[in-house]
Every structure is written in C-alpha cells, then in structure tokens.
C-alpha cells in the first residue's frame, strides 16, 4: 500500500464511517471483477456509502485527488463494465437498497440504486404491480439502468431506458442533479433520461431512480412451441408480431440449449429449436391471442406445443430459461462462458441466428443459442478453456463475424449486455460521427476522465479519443 493510498483512505474516513472504507485484499478481489471472460483488475479502495451525501462527498474527494471511481451494484455485467482497469475508488451500492415511495395510483416508484429487481417486485406485489425489466440476473435497479438493461418482457413492455421517469446523479464533481420528474411526459429540455441511462457509469453515479410499474396481469399463460428448425421457428415469431398479438414474451432457445436445460433443470422437454411464450391479460382477451398464436405457429411447421396455464408449470418454464448459462457452465466444469449478444432488425434475424450457428459448427466450439427474439435480440453461449490459446481466439473470431454481420445489417454491436470494455472496438464502426459527440458529452460532464475510466470510449487523460 502506498502512502497515496493510506492519505486518501484518511480523508475518505473523514467524511464516512471507518466501516465504510476498506482496502481488504478480499473485498477488493470481489469487486476486481465481473461474470464476463475479462482479465480481473482490483480497486485500491472500495466504499460502502449509504446516502447521496456519501457519494457526493466520495466524488469531491475523487475529483479534488484525481482518483478513478468505479460504481458497483451486484458485480453481474457481462462485459467489464465494473473492472477498474485503471484502480482507484470502487462505490458499493449494496447499502443504498431501500424502497423510498411507492406511488401506486400513479403507477411509479422510487428507489435507491442498490434495490434489486426481485426485492422490488416482492415489495410491489403487496400492491398489485410489478416491474417488468428481466433481464435473469437478479441486477440492482442501479446497474440496469447504468447498461439499459432488457431481457424476457422487453417485447411487451419496453427496456429499462422506457421505465425511468427521473434519475437522481451525482456528478464528477460532487454536484447533485435531477435528470427528469415524475409527468407521463415531457416536451421541456434535453432529455437527460436517455442520455443518462446506458452510460455504464461514465458520466455519473446513480443515487435514486423513480421507475414506471404496472398492474400484474389478470391472467397469464406461457407454452413451449418446438420446431424442426431454428429458421421455422424465428420466422413464427416475425409472424406473431406482425399479426399484433400482444405477446409479452417469446423466447428462442436451440437444440442445444433444449438439452443443457433437461439436464441441469431436470425437465424432460423436447430437444428440439423451442420457443417459450408467455401472454399476458383478461381471460377473453388471452384465450384468443392463444388460439391465433397456436394457428400461426402450425403453419411455420411447429411439431408440438404444451401450454402451462397453472403457476408453478410457468415458474419451471422460465426458471429453465434463465438457468440456462449455468447450465451450460454446471455441464462444462473448468471452462469458462463467453455470452455474444446482437440485435438486428427483426426482418434479419433468422439469416443471423442461422449465420451464428453455422459459424459456431464451422470453428468447432461448443455453445447455444438461445434470445429475446421478439426484439430481435439473440445471443450465443459459448463454453471456452481460458488455457487453450486456440480456443480463445476461435471464439474472438466468432464473436466478431456475428458483430459485423449485425452491423452490416443495420443492427447494433450490443443488445442490452452494454459496451464497458468488450464491445469499445465496434463503436466507431456502429457510430460513425456520432462516436466524436459522444467524446465531447463525456468530456464536458468528466473533464478528468475519473469515472469508469475506459468504459465505451477509450480517452486519454485529456479526454480525448484514444
């Protein structure tokens, strides 16, 4: 520990309990890396604050002392978003996890940043709501709304970025704003929501988020729709959208992936390309957004289809679903998973999804496919010997033929996973331009460069484009 270090921890204690300041070798291992494949790089401190005025005063330290920050929700980003490649202050949102308001009349509720998704929706349950962002993880609110994260509903009720009505940050420099209020509506200003939200920490670190909720459905019916092919299968969902069922999820899983489930969840379906659907509404309504689905679903070859109307037949279905990264990882033990993840115009989607699985067969890796097909979303799960040199660059290739197939398509380099450090090399290509914009926000708002250091956009101290 240098002697830089043990001044900073000093003044740090000065504005927050001694037990919110650490520079433990194992706290700062835990918050050195991700679920991704990225090389870990530890913090030199790491800070447990419990209110806004915490994080301001955290900021103020950094900015007076040039000292990287790095937020932290739950550690679970698939792309380094949270690796403080460059050291520094790492913040630990896990004690602001408080539920502050909730506004059922008005269909909104504000929270701290460190409130999961599941500690949410065990709150609003009491209400008769719910939050509709899944994206698996059981990710801090905070975090979500940091990689506009997304996931099974976004077909039905829209990404993060559509649930955020205000965002409380605090700045680079301590200062403290409010991106937005609690109206339906806005037609006053920038929208600062949407630049917020997706910035992966580089602009400012989240303290309170007001988030739009809504009424759990009357009824809910999901099923397992197999196919013959994956093609049969993503163009029966291009024909649901098209036909306006308001489906509120559909969900691509492989063969492959079919296969991993029933082992690792214990189920016995078919081992086939499947779809999971759910449908969401009244008892008239559902029944026949089902009776069309089943007619549309027939006529792309489905083989079978199951519907699972009771509860826990529901919670066995998407359990297997979001279960299916660790069950790939339970089925290769001391690989390691790599997960793509692309979105295209859902007219594209098939051609991608069937590009992707012949580029995985062609290379000889072992992987599913499995996505949120109803946006057009779809990644692959690739199991990877961190140790096999030849391995690892196979699966770089594969992960870069499937970026540029989207980007030449109109598509985008990340669905919902974010950029962080993983995706930085597509930007310029995805961007173009814009990328020198996106420069000039972040200099203005970081003119140091102390937040996420190396995150989206690689900058020198000067805040240029590297």
Sequence with gaps: ????????????????????????????????????????????????????????????????????????????????????????????????????????????????????????????????LFFSVDPGADATLGGMAATNASGTTTVKYGVMRDQVRDLEVVMADGSIIHTGNMAAKSASGLHLNGLFIGSEGTLGCFTELTLRVYGIPEHVTAARASFPTVIDAVEAVVSILQAGIPIARVELVDEPSIKQANLFSETNYIEKPTLFLEFHGNEAGLKQDVEFTKEIVEDHHCEDIDFETDNAGRIRLWEARHNLAYAFIHGYPGKKMMVTDVCLPISELAGAVEHARETVESLGLTGGIVGHVGDGNFHVLLMMDMNDAEELAKADELNERIVIYALERGGTCTGEHGVGSGKQKYQEQEHGVALLVMEKIKKALDPDNLLNPNKIMKMDKRGNLL
């Design 1 to 128: 520990m240098t002697i830089a270090t043990e001044n900073i921890v000093a003044v740090l204690k000065s504005v927050l309990k001694d037990d919110q300041v650490t520079i433990n070798e194992t706290v700062r291992e835990l918050h050195g890396k991700d679920e991704s494949y990225h090389a870990a790089s530890l913090p030199d401190i790491v800070v447990f604050p419990e209110s806004t005025k915490d994080v301001s005063n955290v900021m103020k330290i950094s900015n007076e002392y040039q000292i990287p920050v790095v937020p932290f929700g739950l550690g679970s980003s698939l792309e380094g978003h949270i690796i403080p490649s460059k050291g520094g202050i790492t913040i630990d949102f896990s004690l602001m996890n408080k539920v502050l308001e909730v506004r059922e009349n008005d269909f909104l509720v504000k929270v701290q940043p460190g409130v999961t998704r599941t500690q949410l929706n065990k709150e609003l349950k009491k209400y008769g």
